[in-house]
C-alpha cells in the first residue's frame, strides 16, 4: 500500500516541477524586449521575421511571443480562419475590428491581435501562461481557476507556453514545436506553406 502512495506523490511532485519549469512570470524574463527572433520557429512564421520584429517594437512585446502566437494561432497563414469566425495571422474575432478595416490584412491583424494580447499581458501582470490563456479565451479566464478553463485554452498554453520558453531559451530544434506540429499543426502550416508560395 505504501510503494503506490510513493509513486503517486513522486508523479506529484514531478508534475509540479515540470510546471515550474515551464511557467514564465515577469520575472523570470529578459528585462528589456530582445531585438531577436529565435530561430525555432516553422518557416511560414520565420516568413514574417521582419514585420514580427517590427510589430513587437511597436506594441512592446517579445517578437519571440509574438511569433509563438502566430504559430499556434495561424502558422504564418494571413487568409487562415477558424470555425468560431477568428481570422488572419493572429485570429482575431470580427468584434476587435473597426468599421471598414480588412481583417486579412497582416498590418491591420497584427494591430488588432497584438492589442489584445498586450492588454491580456498587463491584466496577467506579465505572466506569460496567463496572458496566452487570456489571448486564446479571453482577458476574463485570466483571474479564474485553471480548472475552469475551456479544454481549448488548456490546450492552447499546454502548446504555447513551452513552445515560448523553448525560443527564449534558445532550443533548437524545439521539441515542444515539433510536439505541436505533430499533434496540431501539420495541415495548418501546410496551407500556410501554400498559400505563401513556400517550396
Not at 519571440?64 to 494561432?73: G, Y
Amino acid at each position: 500500500m505504501i510503494a503506490p502512495l510513493s509513486v503517486l506523490v513522486v508523479s506529484v511532485l514531478f508534475g509540479l516541477l515540470a510546471i515550474q519549469s515551464v511557467s514564465l512570470s515577469r520575472e523570470s524574463l529578459p528585462d528589456s524586449t530582445p531585438a531577436n527572433l529565435s530561430p525555432i520557429f516553422r518557416r511560414e512564421v520565420l516568413h514574417w521575421a521582419d514585420s514580427i520584429l517590427r510589430w513587437a517594437g511597436a506594441s512592446s512585446l517579445d517578437p519571440n511571443l509574438v511569433a509563438a502566437i502566430m504559430q499556434i494561432e495561424s502558422c504564418g497563414d494571413p487568409r487562415a480562419a477558424s470555425r468560431a469566425g477568428a481570422m488572419g495571422l493572429f485570429q482575431v474575432m470580427p468584434f476587435h475590428f473597426q468599421s471598414g478595416e480588412n481583417p486579412y490584412d497582416p498590418e491591420t491583424n497584427a494591430l488588432r491581435g497584438l492589442g489584445y494580447l498586450a492588454r491580456s499581458l498587463a491584466a496577467a501582470n506579465g505572466d506569460v501562461r496567463l496572458a496566452m490563456a487570456g489571448y486564446n479565451g479571453g482577458i476574463s479566464v485570466i483571474p479564474r481557476p485553471e480548472w475552469t478553463w475551456r479544454a481549448e485554452t488548456k490546450r492552447y498554453v499546454q502548446y504555447g507556453l513551452p513552445i515560448y520558453a523553448d525560443a527564449v531559451n534558445g532550443i533548437n530544434p524545439s521539441p515542444a514545436l515539433n510536439e505541436w506540429y505533430t499533434d496540431y499543426g501539420a495541415s495548418l502550416c501546410n496551407q500556410a506553406a501554400h498559400r505563401l508560395g513556400l517550396p
